[in-house]
């Protein structure tokens, strides 16, 4: 996978929008960008993923800039339920054959407060 | 109805044992997966299936065998267990092996070693 940079930990206020900062200044023209999180003792959960326009879906915004090398994750009004570890993942593509292997960093933790 | 299942949650079992870990999808996906997530919180992939043949097998020892007796179930066989295993083991599965698919994954076995 393409290398990712994230910040360790951050914080949110309830009712308030979670805006998660990440860094792929090695990405590839043809690979997407990936969101996941786990929330403690469950497995890890797809949220949304890019490849060059910005995406929602009803958990969240992707906004990936022109160049491609950062993105942010936006959880528009964040509860305390969204408290977990977000990862994002740029899978390696090469050729179509890298058979979805997920490289999981360590990731940001988002610690909710009300 | 739960998409990813796995059997069981828990297992504590003592060291030289023989355990296996039972993991079904009802998605209808092609691909399964096996990943690892030690103590500290590291996820790592150990084996994907794809339409029974094993297509990603990482450095694993040999004690960890998969089986996938069709496309739906993907088990995990761990012979001699070692305090080592004791982690958090989820499986996961994708419509198909490209490396840009989505992964779903199960709620994880907890895994135990005296």
């Known amino acids: 996978d393409a290398k990712t940079t994230q910040p360790t930990s951050m914080d949110c206020a309830e009712g308030r929008a979670a805006n998660l900062p990440c860094n792929h200044s090695?990405?590839?023209?043809?690979?997407?960008v990936y969101w996941y999180r786990q929330i403690h003792s469950q497995g890890p959960q797809y949220i949304i993923h890019?490849?060059?326009n910005n995406e929602t879906n009803e958990m969240a915004s992707l906004i990936i800039t022109e160049d491609r090398k950062s993105s942010t994750l936006i959880l528009p009004h964040a509860t305390l339920r969204d408290t977990a570890v977000y990862y994002c993942?740029?899978?390696?593509?090469?050729?179509?054959?890298?058979?979805?292997?997920?490289?999981f960093g360590q990731g940001t933790i988002l610690t909710v407060h009300p | 109805d739960t998409a990813v299942s796995q059997t069981p949650k828990y297992l504590v079992t003592q060291m030289g044992n023989d355990k296996s870990i039972k993991c079904e999808q009802n998605?209808?996906?092609?691909?399964m997966y096996w990943y690892k997530q030690d103590s500290k919180k590291f996820l790592k992939i150990m084996f994907s299936?794809?339409?029974?043949?094993?297509?990603i097998n990482e450095t694993v020892p040999n004690r960890f065998s998969p089986k996938s007796p069709d496309k739906a179930h993907l088990n995990l066989h761990i012979n001699s267990l070692e305090l080592g295993d004791s982690a958090v083991y989820f499986c996961?599965?994708?419509?198909?092996?490209?490396?840009?698919?989505?992964?779903?994954f199960g709620p994880g076995t907890r895994l135990l070693v005296l």
């Open positions: 996961a599965s994708s419509l198909t092996a490209g490396g840009q698919e989505t992964q779903y």
């Open positions: 090695t990405i590839s023209g043809n690979e997407y």
């Open positions: 890019g490849l060059k």
């Open positions: 993942i740029v899978p390696r593509n090469a050729g179509g054959t890298s058979y979805g292997k997920l490289t």
């Open positions: 998605l209808g996906h092609d691909t």
């Open positions: 299936y794809n339409n029974k043949e094993l297509i």
